[in-house]
Each structure stands twice: as structure tokens, then as C-alpha cells.
């Protein structure tokens, strides 16, 4: 008989199994972290402010997808010039949070060994929506393979108030 049993009564665990065996109970005691805060981003990921695009991760599930959020705020340097008096997140660090989104599930993949995921390409990539300051960018992204324990594609998408803000394949190669 399994019976289900919270580890954490934080969000940042997901449950895990009690089994019993005739008179001995056996306790499976490994748990599975479902969100991140952004001091643990940075302990998976290399980049740093003013790059580091993500704040959270509030969903995770191990080697298939995290969901990520941003917030945007008008204090970030890249609205200086983009664009004065009409501040627009430029998509290339839209797509950039998405692969950071990303660079969460494959990091905790056991092929990625303490290796580095960087961007190979690109690919369907289209933007629906603007994204300006005071905004919340969600981003879910999503592994749709991974060969030769090098190289992975992702979707992802980003959403903010539940509209659809961008969309595409991501592709990333393990560099060591």
C-alpha cells in the first residue's frame, strides 16, 4: 500500500511516497523541489545582474519544464535607450529569460555534469505582444529532447496577464 505524504508544507516541495511493508513502515525521505527563490537561481545559473532575467522559478517539474517569472521594472538599464519615453523589453532579453527559464531544467539534468548550456539556435521564434515596465513576464518552458547528452531543444513561451507576449524553440549545446 502507498500512501502520499507532504515533506515540506511549503509550496517548494511536492509529496512523496510512504510505503509499508508488513509491520516495518519505510519512508522514501527524497524530495523534489518545485519553485526556486532567486538566491537558488543563482547558485544553478552563472548570470548576474544585469543579466540575470529571472526572479523565480514558481513551477519545476525534474528533466521536462519550469515556469519562470520576471518582473519588469523601469529601473532596468536597458530602458534607457529602449526606449526613451517609450520603454519596450527588447525581445532578444525576452528570449534570453525564456533560455534561463530553461538553463533550470538542464542544469539539473545528471548530463549536465557541472557543464554550461549555451544557445546552439533558434528557431520559430515570434512576438505577440509588447512588454513594457510594471509588467509580469511568465515564462513556461518546456524539454522536447535531448541527445547525446550535449544537446537539448525547448519551447517556450511567455505570457503576460495570460496573453501570449512570445513563442519558439530554443536549442542549447553542454560546453564545459
Given at each position: 500500500?502507498?500512501?502520499?505524504t507532504?515533506?515540506?508544507?511549503?509550496?517548494?516541495?511536492?509529496?512523496?511516497s510512504t510505503?509499508?511493508?508488513?509491520t516495518?513502515?519505510?519512508t522514501?525521505?527524497?524530495?523534489?523541489?518545485?519553485?526556486?527563490?532567486?538566491e537558488?537561481?543563482?547558485?544553478?545559473l552563472?548570470?548576474?545582474?544585469?543579466?540575470?532575467?529571472?526572479d523565480?522559478?514558481?513551477?519545476y517539474?525534474?528533466?521536462?519544464?519550469?515556469?519562470?517569472?520576471k518582473?519588469v521594472?523601469?529601473?532596468?538599464?536597458?530602458?534607457q535607450?529602449?526606449?526613451?519615453?517609450?520603454?519596450l523589453?527588447?525581445g532578444?532579453?525576452i528570449?534570453?529569460a525564456?533560455a534561463?527559464?530553461?538553463?533550470?531544467?538542464?542544469?539539473?539534468?545528471?548530463?549536465?555534469e557541472?557543464g554550461?548550456?549555451?544557445?546552439?539556435?533558434?528557431?520559430?521564434?515570434?512576438?505577440?505582444?509588447?512588454?513594457?515596465?510594471?509588467?509580469?513576464?511568465?515564462?513556461?518552458?518546456e524539454?522536447?529532447?535531448?541527445?547525446?547528452r550535449?544537446?537539448?531543444?525547448?519551447?517556450?513561451?511567455?505570457?503576460?496577464?495570460?496573453?501570449?507576449?512570445?513563442e519558439?524553440?530554443?536549442m542549447?549545446?553542454?560546453?564545459?
Open positions: 500500500m502507498s500512501i502520499l507532504q515533506v515540506n508544507s511549503s509550496d517548494r516541495t511536492t509529496p512523496v510505503e509499508q511493508q508488513g516495518n513502515e519505510t522514501i525521505t527524497s524530495e523534489i523541489k518545485t519553485t526556486f527563490t532567486s537558488e537561481i543563482q547558485q544553478l552563472p548570470h548576474r545582474y544585469p543579466f540575470l532575467l529571472i523565480k522559478i514558481i513551477d517539474i525534474p528533466s521536462k519544464k519550469a515556469v519562470g517569472i518582473n521594472t523601469v529601473n532596468e538599464p536597458c530602458f535607450g529602449h526606449f526613451p519615453g517609450r520603454p523589453m527588447p532578444v532579453l528570449v534570453e525564456m534561463q527559464v530553461g538553463g533550470i531544467v538542464l542544469t539539473q539534468m545528471p548530463q549536465a557541472g554550461l548550456f549555451v544557445f546552439a539556435g533558434i528557431d520559430k521564434v515570434r512576438f505577440r505582444r509588447q512588454v513594457i515596465p510594471g509588467d509580469q513576464l511568465v515564462m513556461t518552458v524539454l522536447l529532447w535531448v541527445k547525446q550535449r544537446f537539448g531543444k525547448m519551447q517556450g513561451i511567455a505570457e503576460v496577464d495570460g496573453q501570449l507576449a512570445c519558439g524553440e530554443l542549447f549545446s553542454l560546453v564545459n
